[in-house]
């Protein structure tokens, strides 16, 4: 990965933006995007638009979400501490013991979510797992007055850890999930803007994604794409204690590529295009069955308005929601490669009608 891109992708991850609070990483995303794109903007419910080819057909909107999940302060109390509730979908046992960030009007406050030590726990406690309800974070206020100087009802926070590269070409950070889609959608874009499409790009970075594909379906509707490529991440099965799963799932690997979804959310003649490009391109592809809509933007846009021609690539992921999510560097480029080269196949005669 070149190293305009790597710094846009770390940039993208130290960004504090959980659902619904967006607007730090639609700064750094539209940055990059104007770089190249005819047309960059973001839409009144906060999702970033890059065009390119404007005028051209079919209609080819990339959605990659730049949500991530995080917490929101709903209760100060007297003492000082600082009571949450979770935007997106947390195993709370993960956020215990953390360092985070609040985004206040100010600027950024740190706190860290606490514990009573293992110490002063009954060996009943120590059995017990906790929930959202029961962490607070610890600002090192002196009391709720002291408090509300630094921090209001509403202010969103995330865990404190940001971009860092590992052996082999992987990279940690929270928020891969899925600002790794909104990278890859914004490079497959800066490609297409090189190549000679016949089809207007929209790449877009959704917003609330983590909360109910909320972007999605707001910015499908506008757009009103002929075909929908989703690009999110999705669980790699290549590590220990994956138990029952191992046997259920198709394995899926850390750097050995694209993951291709096949079932009822996916139109089948846009995945056979893009199992032919990626033949074509050798680029290596992992196949994953879902027999029902997916949880990703690649849902709502299949439901948009009378139907969309809809693909979901996948970036193989291990440790899903947690400030550890682990990726292969090498998966992000040959994901905005794969896409890049099958949408620059599409003409307007290309039929999608699966049957
Ligand atoms: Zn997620």
């Known amino acids: 990965m070149n190293k305009q891109s790597k710094k846009f992708l770390a940039d993208l991850i130290n960004s504090i933006s959980p659902s619904g609070y967006e607007g730090p990483v639609a700064k750094v995303w539209k940055a990059e995007a104007t770089t190249f794109a005819s047309r ?25 979400h730049y949500d991530e999940i995080g917490f929101q302060i709903s209760y100060i109390d007297d003492e000082g501490f600082l009571w949450i509730q979770a935007l997106g979908g947390w195993d709370p046992q993960i956020a215990q013991g953390q360092r985070v960030q609040i985004m206040t009007k100010k600027g950024v406050v740190r706190g860290v979510i606490g514990k009573v030590a293992i110490h002063m726990q009954t060996p009943e406690d120590r059995k017990k797992v906790s929930e959202i309800k029961d962490l607070w974070v610890d600002v090192g206020a002196k009391n709720k007055a002291d408090a509300e100087k630094m921090v209001e009802i509403g202010d969103p926070l995330v865990i404190a850890s940001g971009y860092e590269e590992m052996a082999n070409g992987l990279a940690v950070g929270r928020a891969f999930d899925d600002r790794a889609g909104a990278f890859v959608v914004l490079e497959a874009a800066r490609q297409l803007a090189k190549l000679s499409p016949k089809a207007e790009i929209h790449a877009v970075a959704t917003v609330q994604e983590e909360i109910g594909l909320r972007g999605a379906q707001t910015a499908a509707y506008g757009i009103n794409p002929d075909i929908g490529i989703a690009v999110d991440v999705t669980f790699a099965t290549d590590h220990p204690n994956m138990g029952e799963a191992r046997k259920r799932e198709n394995l899926i690997e850390l750097g050995k590529g694209p993951v291709l979804t096949r079932g009822p959310n996916i139109n089948s003649k846009l995945f056979d295009l893009l199992v032919k490009t990626a033949k074509a391109e050798k680029i290596p592809v992992q196949i994953n069955a879902e027999p029902r809509g997916t949880g990703t933007d690649a849902n709502a846009l299949q439901l948009n308005r009378s139907g969309v021609t809809t693909a979901l690539v996948s970036i193989p992921l291990r440790y899903m929601h947690s400030p550890c999510e682990l990726i292969s560097l090498k998966d992000l480029e040959l994901c905005s490669k794969l896409i890049a080269k099958t949408v620059e196949k599409v003409t307007p005669r290309t039929n999608f009608v699966p049957f």
């Open 40 to 64: 960059v903007w973001t839409d009144t419910h906060g999702n970033s638009h890059a065009v390119v080819n404007p005028g051209g057909s079919p209609v080819v909107m990339l959605a990659g």
